[in-house]
């Protein structure tokens, strides 16, 4: 890339970031010491305020860059991706937005914990959160190497090293001094500066072919060197049954996950009432909804236009499509056009990564201090200034989460960033959303069998990954010249989730604990009415 596209972009890249850091100062000067200011908010947004805030939590780095480049590099099968992540918000309108915000504070633990032994479970559910925050911090960690490599026209691993470790230092010093406020604030422009980036993209692709869709996807075909395979089922998923099954554990997890993810769950406890929890969804589904609509043009758009090869040769797992699809409508590497809009593009991505991890640090850092350390300095006795100290360890918990995030984010650099999403979704929906289902609805559900739903999904699905061709045995892999490879499928979720559900049912008809009937009566009347909610 031009000198032009560096500094055009590095300046854009640097105009948001002093934005974002203008608002965080702006928030850390109001009261941040009381749990709820720092993890909710104040619960003060308003549904589309915090519709704008969920949509930019969900439209993250997998779905800008990560689901146009599978689309671009396979088609109909990388469509399938959008599908899955768009349905399930269905899932969380019609079962879990407004029951979860009358039922609970600030994480998922709270919700399960309200009728069960409280310690045990806080930690079973808080570590589950964070393992799925971490997972799912990776992914925007890889997108954000990826977009610099392209950016500064691939300098090398050191490059992308210095990338990761800003992202995260950024996302450390939103959550530590703004709390939700200041992530929320941040989420609202970063979905409002997406939106009209692919808006803008759209159009141009658009106007490219005239407004004829047919004649995009058809040369998309022609220049996949695919033909019609590229616009049918089976390209990516349908070569034998393994890949069909690997197709159906991803949709499971997609259309699961959703409901169990830890920065979506928090995100309804920033709102009043349950009411406007449910609005809150409604708004954020015809954003994302409208989002997703546009990615199948971008995906199609960048295999139309700049060619499934030229993808793959500047990133081999489809992460620059979109870039490299806005600097070709711009007018090409050399013009004016090509420079800014490319610049523009990189820029907003690199918001929507930077927005991303801030919403996603915030949640596993509250899972950390208020499931976790909450949970051991009541086991011991010692609750005298809990509030205070529960906002500090947050922030601390904080770094150590960037720091690990960052790590892995350095090891996974090579991988699509849906795909990596994909699984951070197949964890949520084996250890979190059993619990919560099972709490919310089942009378007969005990302590123990919410413990084991929640290990019996998360230890399964982390295995499972582990010993998938995602970590070894194949060329692809995060350890290539190792083969410790025995489960066939890249996604755990067709095994791991029955086994959540299943564990979960076990350890109930097994436990020798007789189910809280008052308690039950109690959670199921607050979660129906809200009476009694925070």
């Known amino acids: 890339m031009t000198g032009q596209h560096q500094f055009l972009a590095l300046l854009l890249f640097g105009g948001f970031v002093a934005v974002t850091l203008g608002i965080t100062t702006w928030v850390s000067r109001r009261r941040q010491g009381s749990v709820e200011e720092f993890y909710a908010g104040g619960r003060l947004f308003s549904p589309m305020e915090n519709g704008f805030a969920i949509a930019g939590d969900y439209m993250s780095a997998a779905s800008f860059l990560g689901i146009s480049g599978l689309i671009a590099l396979f ?56 393992t799925v925050s971490v997972l799912y911090l990776v992914a925007q ?53 997406l939106l009209g980036g692919t808006i803008a993209l759209t159009v141009l692709v658009l106007l490219r072919f005239h407004g004829d869709l047919d004649r995009l996807l058809f040369t998309a075909a022609k220049r996949s060197g695919q033909g019609e395979a590229f616009l049918a ?13 690997d197709f159906i554990s991803l949709g499971l997890a997609l259309v699961l996950g959703t409901a169990g993810l830890p920065h979506i769950l928090s995100r309804f406890y920033t709102v009043p009432t349950a009411r406007a929890a449910r609005r809150s969804v409604v708004w954020s589904i015809g954003l994302i909804g409208g989002f997703y609509l546009m990615t199948f043009v971008l995906g199609f758009g960048a295999a139309a236009i700049v060619g499934p090869q030229a993808v793959r040769d500047s990133n081999a797992a489809g992460n620059t499509a979109v870039p490299l699809l ?68 947050a922030r601390v918990a904080a770094v150590g989460i960037g720091v690990v995030a ?27 959303l059993p619990v919560l289902l099972y709490s919310l609805f089942w009378r007969g559900f005990t ?88």
Not at 367 to 387: E, I, K, M, N, P
Not at 408 to 423: E, I, K, Q, T
């Open 406 to 432: 960052i790590g892995l984010g350095l090891l996974a650099r090579d991988l699509n960033v849906a795909f990596l999403v994909g699984l951070a979704f197949a964890v949520a929906a084996s250890a979190n």
């Open 447 to 534: 302590t123990r069998g919410a413990i084991w739903a929640v290990y019996g999904g998360l230890v399964p699905a982390l295995v499972l990954v582990v010993l998938s061709p995602v970590v070894s045995g194949s060329p692809g892999s995060l350890f290539p010249g190792v083969d410790f490879q025995y489960f066939p499928l890249e996604n755990p979720g067709i095994v791991s989730i029955p086994l959540g559900f299943l564990a979960g049912w076990l350890g109930t008809v097994t436990s020798a604990q007789a189910p809280d009937e008052a308690k039950y009566a109690e959670t199921e009347v607050r979660s129906l009415t809200g009476a009694g909610a925070a």
């Open 75 to 130: 088609g109909y099968d990388g469509l399938l991706y959008a599908v899955g992540f768009l349905v399930a918000w269905l899932l969380v309108l019609f079962l879990v937005a407004e029951l979860v915000r009358n039922c609970g504070r600030f994480t998922l633990a709270d919700v399960v914990a309200a009728r069960m032994s409280e310690r045990p479970v806080r930690i079973a559910a808080g570590t589950a959160s964070v």
């Open 326 to 393: 806005a600097l070709d409508l711009g007018g090409g590497a050399d013009s004016t056009g090509g420079t800014v809009l490319f610049a523009i593009v990189a820029a907003v991505a690199f918001a929507t990564i930077l927005a991303v991890v801030a919403g996603i640090t915030l949640a596993s850092s509250a899972s950390v201090a208020h499931d976790l350390y909450a949970s051991l300095r009541r086991g011991r006795g010692r609750a005298r200034g809990g509030a205070r100290s529960e906002v500090a360890v």
């Open 141 to 193: 960690m890889v997108g954000a190497g990826s977009l610099v490599a392209l950016l500064l026209g691939r300098t090398g691993a050191a490059a992308q090293m210095w990338t990761v470790i800003g992202v995260g230092a950024l996302m450390v010093v939103y959550v530590s001094l703004g709390g939700m406020r200041a992530t929320t604030w941040i989420q609202i422009v970063k979905a409002v500066l």
């Open 233 to 245: 089922p089976g390209l990516r998923y349908g070569g034998d049954w393994t890949a069909r099954f």
